[in-house]
Each structure stands twice: as C-alpha cells, then as structure tokens.
C-alpha cells in the first residue's frame, strides 16, 4: 500500500460530460503529480502541485484543470470529455520537489469515455 | 527535451532464468535514475534508484547501474519467479526540475513455471 488513495476507481461516462478525479496524497508529503497512461501514448505527465500551488505543466490538455486544496488533496478536472480521453489516470505524490525523491503512487482511476 | 527508451516487450521467460531490461536515456545533466514496477491492477511502485553516475541501485534480487558514458541504466535479476510478471518502467527525473518523471514506455516481463 503507497498510502496514496484515488477515487473513484474505475468512471464510465459519456463524450461531452464533465468528471472529477480524486486523490489524497500520503500522510506528509506535499507534492502532487497526475499522469495520464494510455496504451498509445504510455505514460504522460499532466501536472504537478506543491503545498497547493501549480509547479509544473506537462502534456495536460486545456479542457483539463487541478488544483490542490488547504488539506492536500488534488483534484484533476476533466471537461467536454472525447473518446480519446479513455485512460488510466494515476496520482503520485512525495514529500518534496527535489529530483531524487521517489514518487508514491495511487492505484489509479480509470476513465472509460463511451 | 528529455526521454528514456526501453527495450519492448513482452518478454516471456522460464522460471530461474536470467532478465535483461535495457535503458537509455537523453537528458541535459546529470538526471537520477529510476525503475518502476507495476503489476497487474495495481500502481506503479518504486523498484530502485540511483542519483548519481557509477551508483548501483538494487532492491528484491533486481539491480541497475548508472552508466553516464553509455546513457544507460540496464535492469537486472538472476533468477526470475513467477511473481516477478509485471511490467517495468525506467524513468529518469532531472535534478532541478522539480521531481518531474520522464518514463520509458515499459516493458511487460511474462516469467512461466
């Protein structure tokens, strides 16, 4: 167990629709990451928070958004949802931003988008 | 831009056989290096690391050595099991860029009975 939980696990939704995806972060750490696993595109970094701000924006569509709130738990947004936005979408966090320190990651949500 | 190629699988071996997972890596720097192994269903977990060149990481009979001249950080395990089957990502993650992982696009690794 990495002790970072997502929720829900497993979305079906329909193109068009709007979802949320939600993670909390191990107990101390401060850093957030969302990527995204698609078995054409492997896995992608979406973005990152730290203490609730944005640090970093990797391939994260604009018709996508998170945050990170007071109690460290993340949010990824995802709107006016297409077919090629079926994927795994996994949550990391660790307790600094410092390259070196492992990532610890959720077991993931998977969006289905019919 | 950074990136990480990894060998592609599947690779299908017996029980007790020797595994190879080959990785290379583009980078600007000096980036630490990472496996990650994910099973079925699950999340991907942290095998070893290794932050600097020469450094060997190992963990659970599985090992990798940063090799700065060749760009490399090849996995290795000397005797397979059965639970060994997953798939093994190599990442890296540039020192100053705030943890970002870069991921190779995994190699999923059958091991038979």
């Known amino acids: 167990d990495s002790g970072v939980t997502q929720t829900p696990k497993h979305l079906i939704t329909a193109t068009g629709q709007r979802v949320t995806l939600r993670c909390s972060p191990r107990?101390?750490?401060?850093?957030v990451y969302w990527y995204q696993q698609s078995l054409d595109q492997g896995l992608q970094f979406l973005i990152h928070y730290y203490n609730g701000e944005e640090r970093a924006k990797g391939n994260i569509l604009e018709r996508f958004s998170a945050q990170q709130f007071p109690d460290l738990h993340s949010e990824l947004n995802l709107s006016s949802l297409e077919l090629g936005d079926s994927a795994l979408y996994f949550c990391?966090?660790?307790?600094?931003?410092?390259?070196?320190?492992?990532?610890?990651f959720g077991n993931g949500t998977r969006l289905t988008v019919t | 831009g950074n990136s990480v190629t990894q060998m592609e699988g599947p690779v299908t071996l017996s029980e007790e056989a020797f595994l190879t997972i080959n990785c290379t890596y583009t980078a600007t720097g000096y980036p630490s290096l990472f496996w990650y192994v994910q099973y079925p269903g699950e999340g991907l977990q942290l095998l070893l690391k290794?932050?600097?060149?020469?450094d060997k990481g190992s963990n659970k009979g599985f090992e990798a050595t940063y090799r700065k001249e060749t760009t490399s950080f090849h996995l290795e395990k000397g005797s397979v099991q059965v639970s060994d089957s997953a798939v093994y990502f190599c990442a890296l993650s540039p020192k100053a860029a705030g943890n970002k992982l870069t991921f190779g696009g995994g190699t999923r690794v059958l091991v038979k009975p």
């Open positions: 107990s101390g750490d401060l850093s």
């Open positions: 290794a932050t600097k060149a020469d």
């Open positions: 990391a966090s660790s307790v600094a931003t410092g390259g070196g320190s492992p990532l610890h």
